[in-house]
């Protein structure tokens, strides 16, 4: 009976990331104990330290920023990212091609090329976004690349069959077939490209989280420091719970087809 397994399978999924969450409070108290120079806060003062940033207008502020900065690069990186995999893996000798350079550009440190980004775009919000975009486009292009190559050829010869276009293909056929990667690589490039954002504010920003827990850095403002931490963790946790939620949902939807 529903009325009796929905109990079970609710504390199953609860009490996992309950006991995780207060685990990971205990390892944090007791770093803050073993450092006696209080080089960590402890839990208590990160979260009053948070209530009060987040009852003032400048966090606000500064959250509305990186928010920014971070959609546009995410959906920038999603939708070039797709777009990029999926001629790579239509034109297979291109792909082969670009495949080991998007890797070996991906290896590189991005930080040594934001001088490069400063000099393109100047100090600002482009240059934040092209930062993530940076960190998130290559992860997209390449899961959507793989997932199309390993495509059963039988959605292909039916494509051809009906002699569908080239972007009736795409549109009608491959998506489709390769949502649950494509949300997959989405969830990868969500965290990826706030990172990128993140960065890009703490080395060349006056706006922003990023650079908000570098000015604090420079002022030695513990507190702050890892109440901007927790408040982008909870934020990026919570997100990434609800994208794998998504790609869970839709690859079990396509299981039973």
Not at 99 to 112: A, G, N, Q, R
């Amino acid at each position: 009976m529903p009325s009796k397994t929905l109990p079970g399978e609710a504390l199953r999924n609860v009490v996992p990331p309950i006991v995780l969450a207060l685990v990971l409070i205990l390892c944090w108290q007791g770093l803050h104990l073993a450092t006696a120079s209080g080089a960590i806060s402890s839990p208590a003062a990160t979260l009053a330290r948070l209530v009060v940033l987040m009852g003032s207008g400048r966090f606000w502020l500064d959250v509305v920023e990186t928010g920014t900065a971070f959609a546009w690069a995410l959906v920038l990186s999603i939708v070039l990212g797709i777009g990029l995999g999926v001629v790579l893996a239509l034109l297979r000798p291109v792909g082969e091609v670009m495949e080991p350079i998007l890797v070996t550009f991906y290896s590189l440190p991005k930080v040594t090329l934001y001088p490069l980004v400063l000099l393109i775009f100047g100090l600002g919000m482009p240059a934040k976004v092209a930062f993530g975009i940076m960190h998130g486009l290559v992860p997209i292009t390449l899961l959507t690349r793989n997932a199309i190559t390993q495509l059963k050829p039988v959605y292909l010869r039916t494509a051809k069959v009906m002699r569908l276009s080239a972007f009736e293909v795409v549109r009608s056929v491959v998506l489709p077939a390769i949502i649950p990667e494509l949300v997959a690589g989405i969830r990868i490039g969500f965290s990826l490209s706030l990172l990128g954002v993140l960065i890009g504010e703490m080395f060349a920003s006056k706006r922003g989280l990023g650079f908000t827990a570098v000015n604090a850095m420079g002022l030695g403002d513990l507190d702050t420091i890892m109440a901007i931490g927790v408040f982008l963790a909870l934020f990026a946790v919570l997100a990434n719970g609800g994208l794998l939620s998504l790609e869970r949902a839709i690859r079990h939807r396509s299981a039973g087809r």
